[in-house]
């Protein structure tokens, strides 16, 4: 493939419009769900993580800032609406609410599929022969003790 906006375009490297999902979430006794719009992983969020990492803030409010998002795909929070900086009465997010968060921007990325075919790879047959590589050597350490007398 010659790389270029019409073949990348044809290949999918484009996140797109937003994708809605539902997140559910615990607090504390009640189960709670909400409608969100969530952003593919993608130039942008990269962009997130590594001001994030730069500036010393927090990786995943930063993924979550980036990924989660109105129809439109403009961002609903900021990173410090997300730790707690942007209202200190109000607080961080929650821990339940964030996994979710979180879990739900990676199932609409595909990580965990992009995982299993990474292992898969990985695990496969490799492209070297063995069947002339001849028989692997079964040397033992030899165990030397010495008694003092």
Not at 22 to 34: D, I, K, R, Y
Not at 43 to 57: E, G, H, L, P, R
Not at 63 to 83: H, L, N, Q, W, Y
Request: aromatic fraction near 4%; include cysteine; hydrophobic fraction near 35%.
């Amino acid at each position: 493939m010659e790389l270029s906006i019409a073949s990348l375009k044809a290949a999918g490297a484009f996140t797109g419009a937003p994708v809605k999902k539902t997140v559910t979430w615990w607090n504390g006794e009640e189960e709670l769900s909400a409608t969100v719009y969530v952003r593919p992983l993608s130039y942008q969020s990269a962009v997130s993580d590594i001001t994030s990492m730069s500036q010393d803030k927090e990786g995943a409010a930063g993924r979550i800032a980036s990924c989660i998002v109105d129809e439109s795909g403009k961002p609903i929070f900021t990173v410090e609406d997300i730790t707690g900086e942007a209202d200190p009465e109000r607080g961080p997010l929650s821990s339940d609410l964030t996994m979710a968060l979180l879990g739900v921007i990676g199932e609409v990325s595909g990580l965990g599929k992009r995982l299993k075919l990474m292992k898969r790879k990985k695990s496969g047959v490799s492209s070297s022969s063995t069947g002339s590589a001849g028989e692997r050597s079964r040397k033992q350490k030899s165990e030397s003790h010495t008694e003092s007398s």
